[in-house]
DNA sequence: TCGGGGAATGAAAGCGATTGCATGGATTCT
DNA sequence: AGAATCCATGCAATCGCTTTCATTCCCCGA
């Protein structure tokens, strides 16, 4: 026999397919008893409600998007679980998929997505303003790390931090800096960039920058080999994996760290912790990422057309092994 | 005015629904002019077909689920990428969920998704084989890195790498060895650890056994400094996770990898080429096992009730620079 | 005793697409 | 020229569920 349909409920308890449904999404509109025998058989026939038949009448898919630039990015793991798990805390299923790096495979997923989900998340999009807000016309959808006026967003902002990572260095005695900047194309690269311009002007220290770098594991090598080239003792790079890669570069040189070169990375991934020396970063809330994106995405999904939100999350400075004091010379 | 519908399309082109319908999917049964028309209608509506709708009447959701037990492990992003590349190539969009680590959670998810996809694959699952029997009856699923008989399954198969592993470690001079088993619940380490006491006792060489460990790199760590208690120079650890906390632990009590202790790790994960000594390793063919999940799900769903497949793909080993030669003794 | 009100249930109308069958006009064959 | 074909299209049923409205029944107050 087939699946197993509200009717086939229905009639095995000699009720309508109505008091089914009822039984099912307004349970104390229907009478103790049949209830809970309406519930044994549903039990019993192993039945399961079509997400789709619902969906079609309530026009809710009960999922949400999440479209990451690459998913072997260290940085999105912690992000899509607590996506995902907020998004189940409400109700709803995760449908992901992975741009691989590709402005128009973003675009391209949005309108795809579109008929399956209620809304979507963009983490880190690359692409273009323009293309962002045409594709995400009429469907709710949240920025991750990406501000845009008429598009809701959240962002961690690692302004401050950033001033406490400098300040961090300082201390310790270093006063020539070297920043490794990120893609141009990033956002994010952008503002920390500016974030360490800021602070170096404002404490009067030399920085040199050098970049941009791609944020990988190569990239970081090739930063690391140009920040040998300079006299800087402090570096912050882009990201951790681009710390990761400076870390293997200095170390394939015989360069200690903190010794003769002080590190600091940025969001905290898994890997930070891991590597030797471990890093010195910025931690991202991650947790609160993608908890507050679900959140206001849902919001835009039920007040739809209502005005954009935007949140600010700052990270947190944590000092490792990757920073000490500057080497007596 | 509300979202476009084919009966807007029809209306608008003067036609019916039916052949609007038929535009889309069996273009050739409708004549040209009527066809671009109805295209351009579409375009110019923004027209996006529901797939609610569709799913309703055909039956089929379009979507695969993909559950994994931990997606902050690094072995899965790369296999996330795979399936959700290859499962957009057949059409279907991919549903991600992530047991964290709970067996519990991993059948509940298997339920939960029962309604919204034509199939799932999980991969590397905790629960017991009668959970998984019971949860999947029905629903065409297929398991990776777990054989069940009456279950569909790809499994990743490091038998003879890990043999020529030995057979290097040997090569090297080593002749004492340790194995860091991981996780009992884990077919995989299960089948290392028999692989590995075959080839020792092959070789007749002397095999410490130790653990068993978390596959985190914290147990890592405890099975670094376990190894540090016996006199075995090559080390065999679970994964490359554990074996990088192997790497830290003997780095952090100024072990010399390679030159005092060898170890090898398995998976090759992104990290492996990233940590500092880099790790010989057994990589695994995450591409091939994802888009092999993918199809034989895919064989599956067509033709429901077939019976179940089974794949084997081999790993393969890579000497990098987390072993060598044993220290002169 | 009778009417009003509330609780439990049923009937039926969609939601937006697909698809088998019917139809009508043009084309082709004899 | 009349019949047989074929192509393009329309009609209408259907998928499984939700939801509005109506109906029935029972209890209570006057």
Redesign the interface.
Known sequence: MSKPTIYSIAQRCGVSAATVSRAFNRPELVSEPVRKQIMAAAREL?Y??????R??VTGR?E?IGLIVSD??N?F???L??AV??TA?RMGS??????A?ESAAAEVAHV??????VDGVIVASPRSSSAALREAA??LPCVLLNRPLRDLSSVICDNTSALFDAGEHLYKHGHRSFALLAGPSASWAAARRSQAIRRWARGRGVELTELGPFRAT?KGGRQAGAALLETAATGAFAFDDLTA??V??EL??RGVAVPGERSVVGCDDV??A????PSLTTVTAPMDDLGETAVQVLTRQIEAPGGAPEHVRLPGVFVARDSTGPRSGS
């Open positions: 192993g399961q409600p079509s997400s789709a038949a969906g079609l898919a999922t998913i072997t260290p999105f793991p912690l899509v679980r995902q798990r189940e299923a995760l449908m992901l998929v992975d691989e309108a795809r997505l579109r008929s399956r016309r009429g594991f990761c890669g870390l293997a170390a394939g898994l890997l912790k891991t590597v030797t």
